[in-house]
C-alpha cells in the first residue's frame, strides 16, 4: 500500500518567513495530494490541493509543488503569521479507492 | 460552511458503555464516508470505510465487532463503539468526499473512557 513520508516534524519561524513542509510517497499510482491544516481540538481543514497532472498550484500565500518522478510534494508558505500556527498534514490518495493516506504531520510555530 | 457535521464533540464516559458517534454530509448525499482514529501527536489513521446500504469495509487491525459502522442514509453514519475500554479513548474523526473530490473532515469527538 501507499506510505507517506513527512519532514520535518516540527518546525518554528519567524513571523514574516518562509515554511517549507515536504512530503514523500511511495505509489507511483496516487494521483492527488492534498495538505490539511489541524488546529488543536478540530479536523483537519483542507487548504490546498494538487493532482498528479499539475506541478505547481499557488492560492495567495500557500503555494504546492509535485514532482511525480521524484515522487515528492511541498507545501510552501510565505509571510507566515501567527494564526498560521498548527499542524500540518500531507496526505496521497489511492485513484481506487478514494482513501487518503496521511504523513505524520509538521507541528509548525510562527513565532511574533 | 460545513461540510461536514460530527457529533457529539466530547464524550467522557465509564468503561464498559457503548458510545455512538454521528457524522453527517450537509452538502451533498455521500455514498462513501470515512473513520479514522487519531491518537495524541499522531497522524490519522483510516479505520473504515462505510458505504451506504451495504457492509463497511474495515482496516487491517480493526475489530469490526468493536466498532460498528452503520450507515443508513446518504447523509448518514455512524460510529458505535462497543464495550469501549481506556485504551479506546482518542479522537475521532469521520470525513466525505466524492470520488475524485477533495474530502472535507468533521471537527471530530474526543472519547475519554475512564
Known amino acids: 500500500g501507499e506510505n507517506v513520508e513527512q519532514h520535518p516534524s516540527t518546525l518554528s519561524v519567524q513571523e514574516g518567513d518562509s515554511a517549507v513542509i515536504k512530503c514523500t510517497y511511495s505509489?507511483?499510482?496516487?494521483?492527488?495530494f492534498p495538505w490539511y491544516k489541524q488546529e488543536l481540538g478540530k479536523g483537519p481543514q483542507l487548504i490546498i490541493d494538487?493532482?498528479?497532472?499539475?506541478g505547481e498550484k499557488k492560492d495567495q500565500r500557500i503555494a504546492v509543488t509535485l514532482n511525480k518522478t521524484a515522487k515528492h510534494f511541498s507545501l510552501h508558505i510565505t509571510e507566515t503569521q501567527p494564526e498560521d500556527s498548527a499542524v500540518y498534514f500531507c496526505?496521497?490518495?489511492?485513484?481506487?479507492?478514494?482513501?487518503?493516506?496521511f504523513g505524520t504531520g509538521t507541528r509548525l510555530t510562527v513565532i511574533p | 460552511g460545513a461540510v461536514v457535521s460530527q457529533h457529539p464533540s466530547w464524550v467522557i464516559c465509564k468503561s464498559g458503555t457503548s458510545v455512538k458517534i454521528e457524522c453527517r454530509s450537509l452538502?451533498?448525499?455521500?455514498?462513501?464516508m470515512f473513520w479514522y482514529r487519531q491518537f495524541p501527536k499522531q497522524s490519522l489513521m483510516l479505520m473504515a470505510t462505510?458505504?451506504?446500504?451495504?457492509?463497511?469495509?474495515?482496516e487491517q487491525g480493526v475489530e469490526k465487532d468493536k466498532f460498528l459502522i452503520n450507515h443508513a442514509s446518504l447523509t448518514l453514519s455512524t460510529l458505535t463503539v462497543t464495550s469501549a475500554h481506556p485504551e479506546d479513548s482518542s479522537f475521532y474523526i469521520c470525513?466525505?468526499?466524492?470520488?475524485?473530490?477533495?474530502?472535507?473532515f468533521g471537527d471530530g469527538t474526543r472519547l475519554s473512557i475512564l
Open positions: 462505510s458505504n451506504e446500504g451495504s457492509k463497511a469495509t474495515y
Open positions: 494538487i493532482r498528479s497532472n499539475v
Open positions: 470525513s466525505v468526499g466524492r470520488a475524485d473530490q477533495p474530502q472535507h
Open positions: 496526505a496521497a490518495r489511492d485513484p481506487g479507492a478514494n482513501n487518503l493516506f
Open positions: 452538502d451533498f448525499q455521500a455514498t462513501t
Open positions: 505509489d507511483s499510482a496516487s494521483n492527488y
